[in-house]
Structure formats: C-alpha cells, structure tokens
C-alpha cells in the first residue's frame, strides 16, 4: 500500500542483485532469481509466510538465505516484526526514504515520508561528528480502522 514514489534506479534490482552476488562469490541461481523477481514485483510490505505463498513450491531454508542475502546486498530492509515474532520486509533499492506508523492491533503499516525526520538526524549527526547509514523510525499505536468500533461502543454507553 505505498503512496511514496519510486526512485529511479538505472541497474534493475535483480541486476543489482546479480552485482551483489558476484562480490561475494556467488551466483544468481534461478531459485534466486526466481525469489528476487517475486519480491520486485510488487512494493507491499510481507512477511516470509506471504512471500511463500506467492513462489512456486520450493525450499523454505533457500528463501529464508535469499531473503537475508537481499538485505545484506541493499535491496531489502526489515521494516517491523509481526506479533509472532516474523520480520516485516520492504524494498530499500529504488524506493525513498521513509517511515512507518505501525498499528498494534491489526499490524498495519502506513507509510510517511522521512524527509523531516532525516533532518534532525542529520543535525544529531553533524553535531557528534556521525556519518550517517540510514535510520529507522518506527511510532507504535493503533490505526484510525481498529480505532473505529471502540469509538462506537463508548458512544452506545454515552446514551445509556
Ligand atoms: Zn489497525
Ligand atoms: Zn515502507
């Protein structure tokens, strides 16, 4: 669900993938490619559970390895944990820096552009003498939707 626009980016990322396997030795293997492709396809944020479900049957232990090698390489960033403990990922190559309000009851992830925060972070930065990497801003509450039916039930009891 992004609202964000995508950055242009002259090496597609499972090219930029290939690149970053190269630096370590190892090759795109279909299986890789297979995985990196299905995670390009597409901005919305998922889990390793919603990943599986979109790939062909194939080894679970080989997409988990591919997953981190995608964020070893740049391509991906975990974002946020779903409640059972499972890593939230998203595309960090060719998408802008951003932020996310994280609701806690229904894990939905809204996206904000972090142009703002990137500014004090880097006043912060200068000030200790940091170079900075990047962040992550994560603000915990509860969405407008899961907030919604509350409202309504302290209304009925205003009327009794
Ligand atoms: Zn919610
Ligand atoms: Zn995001």
Do not use: W
């Not at 242009?8 to 995985?35: C, H, N, W, Y």
């Not at 919603?50 to 070893?72: F, H, K």
């Amino acid at each position: 669900m992004s609202e964000l626009p995508t950055v242009e980016v002259a090496v597609s990322p499972v090219d930029k993938f290939r690149e970053f396997l190269a630096t370590k030795g190892m090759r795109l293997t279909p299986e890789r490619r297979q995985i990196a492709e299905e995670v390009f396809s597409d901005h919305e944020h998922f889990d390793a559970d919603q990943l599986a479900l979109r790939l062909r049957p194939g080894s679970r232990p080989t997409m988990y390895r591919t997953l981190s090698l995608l964020v070893d390489g740049g391509l991906l960033r975990k974002v946020a944990s779903r409640p059972n403990g499972g890593a939230v990922y998203e595309h960090d190559y060719g998408y802008p820096e951003h932020d996310h309000l994280i609701c806690n009851q229904c894990g939905k992830l809204i996206e904000f552009p972090a142009v703002d925060v990137s500014q004090i972070v880097d006043e912060a930065a200068l000030q200790h003498g940091f170079r900075v990497e990047g962040h992550r801003l994560e603000v915990y509450g509860v969405c407008s939707e899961c907030l919604r039916p509350r409202q309504r039930r302290h209304r009925k009891l205003d009327q009794i």
